[in-house]
């Protein structure tokens, strides 16, 4: 099955920006969504926007939207999530996660998340 | 926006049943699906599309969804179905679409 490899651990400065990363391995079917979701430390799970592999659509949730840019690079399986203009509200565990039927569908495969912590 | 509720606990003796619901305004309309996570893991698709399961996901995980709720029921618990257990949905009432996650709820083993 698909497995979905994240980047190490993030220590950003407030104001600043960070560009995490997420590769896909496996068997592939359909067109995936790379699909992005934080997890703070009150346990809560929030989208933040995902990509159409194929197609390089994009689709961010209306919080992030002037602050993200999710990209990929089709001929290495790779997203990446760029998050700019850091505060400490955005110290949280990054998630990527595949969704192989579709936009609006449930995520399939989940990486092993990456901890970004915003700190002066 | 689209509000997920569920309760933030719930306590079951090993072999018994387990029931968390996900309140939502006419939930029945869309599709919901259901993660556990582990402490310290990352979520795991348990139950998609109301009441389908990956491979993998035994057959003690069902889920039903009606009205402004829907439910996820773990039969048989045992204590590795300790974890927290998230639902979630595609909210339509926005231009662009979001997900949106519950609470979650917390699934002690007695």
């Known amino acids: 099955q698909m497995q979905v490899e994240q980047s190490g651990p993030e220590v950003k400065k407030p104001g600043t920006s960070v560009k995490l990363s997420c590769k896909t391995s496996?068997?592939?079917?359909?067109?995936?969504?790379m699909q992005w979701v934080r997890q703070d430390r009150g346990q809560r799970l929030e989208w933040i926007g995902w990509?159409?592999?194929?197609?390089?659509?994009?689709n961010y949730a209306q919080k992030f939207q002037k602050r993200v840019t999710i990209t990929r690079d089709k001929s290495t399986g790779t997203a990446y999530m760029e998050l700019s203009s850091l505060g400490s509200e955005d110290t949280a565990v990054y998630y990527c996660?595949?969704?192989?039927?579709?936009?609006?569908?449930?995520?399939?495969?989940w990486g092993q998340g990456t901890l970004v912590t915003v700190s002066s | 926006s689209y509000v997920l509720t569920q309760p933030p606990s719930v306590s079951v003796a090993p072999g018994q049943t387990a029931t968390i619901t996900c309140g939502g305004d006419?939930?029945?309309?869309?599709?919901v699906h259901w993660y556990q996570q582990q402490p310290g893991q990352a979520p795991v698709l348990v139950v998609y599309?109301?009441?389908a399961r990956p491979s993998g996901i035994p057959a003690r995980f069902s889920a039903s969804n009606s009205g402004n709720a829907a439910t996820l029921t773990i039969s048989r618990v045992e204590a590795g179905d300790e974890a927290d257990y998230y639902c979630?949905?595609?909210?339509?009432?926005?231009?662009?679409?979001?997900?949106?996650f519950g609470t979650g709820t917390k699934v002690t083993v007695l």
């Open positions: 496996g068997p592939t079917l359909g067109n995936p969504v």
């Open positions: 996660a595949a969704a192989l039927r579709g936009i609006a569908s449930s995520l399939d495969f």
């Open positions: 599309d109301d009441n």
């Open positions: 990509i159409v592999v194929g197609s390089g659509n994009t």
């Open positions: 979630q949905v595609w909210d339509t009432s926005i231009t662009s679409g979001s997900y949106v």
């Open positions: 006419n939930i029945e309309s869309r599709s």
